[in-house]
């Protein structure tokens, strides 16, 4: 479209009549047979209209593509509540080995002790002792689902306990996104918890809000603003004391990992991005994998099947008559569930808890750096992550999402914007454990830079990406009128 600027020729471009990447081999059978069971109203009149490419050109091509994609392992990637940490390519490697990856999901119903079933199953055993719970399923493909899991549960534990006058659910305004969405999605009604000049959750409007209608609170902590609810046991225990249930979301789990145990605060469920805190991959739309872990009374309202031990062996156990039945086909993302256990096994218990205790060192050094150009309304010692704000800049005419572009120049993904709501012009920092000093030093030193040159020329920060394969966009034609597919390049 007009409104994007870019250089390169797509392969469409470089294509040239009668050149070929690649000639299949010739047909070992009667193609004129096979033709035949073709409809005619299903053939082409016309070869398709693919480009005509050189293998070179061709590889080339996607190379360069793939060499402009910012992702963690180039770049610094400091997007605040979505953990983009290492990958170790050990875990890669683990994922693809043919233990795992042989055997054909419709084999895996009958599958007895098998090494795939040993390694979910351990994998089941260690995220239940991290976080204090009791049961694991790692059927939810990410954290929203495992939200929905969660309440799906929650829901059908209700009806028959006979408690179907509890339709509410009490979500924080400094909670995760999503939670919202997930209740509704359910069939509950949301009411919001206003959070104190201090950044978490204010007991007296809970106590206000909780009452013979609640299912439950649906809780994030440390939450979005980066901060550790403190009085976590205090609430759990208004909530139970009116009767529902407690849903902690654990996205930030990285920030307490191997330090403290959610099930131990009081919480009856919770899920666990492994694309967060246990390093496998995170973007692009997947795969993902968001295991809910929930204490014995909701035990049996795991999806089925659950991945138990029986007489020694590991198997499923698909005899639940109480389960909320499949919520993913087959069993889950696996290799994804592969890739965090090979993690969680090299690291160990001693090594998560170093985790977090570098990740949360690592916020709060950025956090006191970037405090002294930018406000941090929230200023107290964070968690894994902080909150800054791009206010003080409105006065020259650059935005947050402004600062957030000109900084995709520099060479850094821009940090999660405009989030959470309760920050004005909200940046949202997350470094993680993965990244050294120098890093971050960079980074803020960077952030600087960007702030000192909005009050001198703003034009050059709100015109911003420049350098960027793709530049500045009109955002509004963007969203109305998105250009989702290759068009040629209009006739002179």
Known sequence: MSQIKSTAPSIFERSVPGRRAWLPPAPQFDTSRALDAIPESMRRAEPPALPEVSQ????????????????????????????????????????????????????????????????????????????GFDAVTLQPAAGAHGELTALMMIQKMLCERGETERRTV????????????????????????????????????????????????????????????KNIEEICRIVHGAGGQVYLDGANFNAVVGVTRPGDWGADVMHINLHKTFSTPHGGGGPGAGPVCVKGHLEPYL???????????????HDRPHSIGKIHGWHGNVAVAVRAWAYIRSLGGEGLRRVAQMAVLNANYLRAKVAEFLPIPHGKPCMHEFVA???????????????????????????????????????????TE????????????????????????PDSITSAPQRAPVTRVDEATAARVPCLCWLPPESE
């Open 303 to 317: 999806p089925k099947p659950v991945i138990a031990e029986r007489g020694g062996e590991i198997v499923f156990d």
């Open 170 to 229: 009490l979500i924080p305004d400094t909670a995760h996104g999503t939670n919202p969405a997930s209740a509704a999605r359910c069939g509950f009604r949301v009411k919001a918890v206003k959070s104190g000049d201090d950044g978490l959750v204010d007991l007296d409007s809970l106590r206000g809000l909780v009452g013979p209608d609640t299912a439950a609170l649906m809780i994030t902590n440390p939450n979005t603003l980066g901060l550790f609810e």
């Open 389 to 431: 704000s791009g206010k003080p800049l409105r006065a020259h005419g650059v935005k947050t999402l402004d600062l957030a572009k000109a900084l995709i120049d520099e060479g850094f993904h821009p940090p999660t914007i405009y989030f959470p709501l309760v920050v004005d012009e909200a940046l949202m920092i997350e470094p």
């Open 434 to 457: 993965s990244e050294s000093r120098e890093t971050l030093d960079a980074f803020a030193d960077t952030l600087r830079a960007l702030c000192e040159r909005a009050t001198t020329d």
């Open 56 to 131: 070179l050109d061709m590889v080339r091509h996607f190379n360069t593509l793939a060499a402009r994609n910012m992702g963690i392992d180039t770049t610094f990637y400091p997007l605040g509540s979505c953990t983009m940490k290492l990958n170790p390519w050990i875990n890669e490697t683990m994922a693809t080995w043919p233990a795992f990856t042989a055997l054909h999901p419709a084999a895996m119903d009958d599958a007895r002790d098998c090494a795939l079933l040993r390694v979910l199953h351990d994998l089941s055993q260690w995220l239940a002792a991290l976080a």
